[in-house]
């Protein structure tokens, strides 16, 4: 049951204003639920009040959305899939035999990483190293394009990144104990890894 469902047939007494041609009803047992506006369809004496049922609310066109998999589109899939496996550790698992050349990376259960053999004939930018003005400044990316790994030892992933000779940047989510590296794969696709706890 969705939190749609939960008030759906809800009711509530509310004491209209004089001269009001709409009440506002804000479920007290649905944390943040944005007030709903309705209107009154009849009369009542300022010292009465009126009962209101609130109809069925729209739901979203999808239902269980999560996020299954990225891909990303390489001249160099292979060396691309060696990155994510050496610097991430991401499991290399059976992929379709399509008409072009695909290697699949097992992130979690639920995620994957889809690297996509790129086409001729599309003649789309390969990432920000191929761009007409690339940046390649890390120090761009938390502002710029990028997809963010959670990992729980931050300190020694970070050393490991300076041992391999790759450019990052360093942070922290401001009010929050959280710590950011930025840096580039070797397409130039941005990266970013987030501490947590142990």
């Not at 008030?7 to 709409?22: D, F, G, M, V, Y």
């Not at 943040?32 to 369809?41: G, L, M, S, Y």
Request: glycine share 4%.
């Amino acid at each position: 049951m969705s939190q749609f469902d939960s008030i759906s047939n809800t009711t509530a007494t509310i004491k209209p204003r004089k001269h009001q041609n709409e009440v506002v009803f804000s479920s007290p047992t649905v944390p943040f639920w944005p007030p709903v506006h309705i209107t009154q369809h009849s009369r009542r004496s300022s010292k009465s009040s009126k009962l209101i049922s609130i109809g069925e609310q729209k739901m979203a066109a999808a239902k269980g959305a999560f996020l299954n998999h990225i891909s990303r589109e390489s001249s160099d899939i292979r060396g691309l899939a060696d990155f994510y496996k050496e610097i991430f550790g991401f499991e290399e698992i059976e992929s379709p035999k399509f008409e072009f050349k695909v290697i699949w990376l097992k992130v979690s259960p639920d995620f994957a990483i889809h690297l996509i053999e790129r086409s001729p004939d599309t003649q789309l930018p390969e990432g920000p190293y191929s761009a007409a003005s690339p940046v390649l400044d890390p120090t761009h990316l938390p502002r710029g394009h990028h997809v963010c790994f959670s990992v729980s030892n931050f300190d020694s992933f970070v050393q490991s990144l300076k041992d391999k000779g790759i450019k990052t940047f360093q942070r922290s989510v401001p009010n929050r104990p959280i710590r950011q590296v930025f840096f580039f794969d070797p397409d130039g696709n941005g990266l970013e890894v987030a501490s947590r706890d142990e």
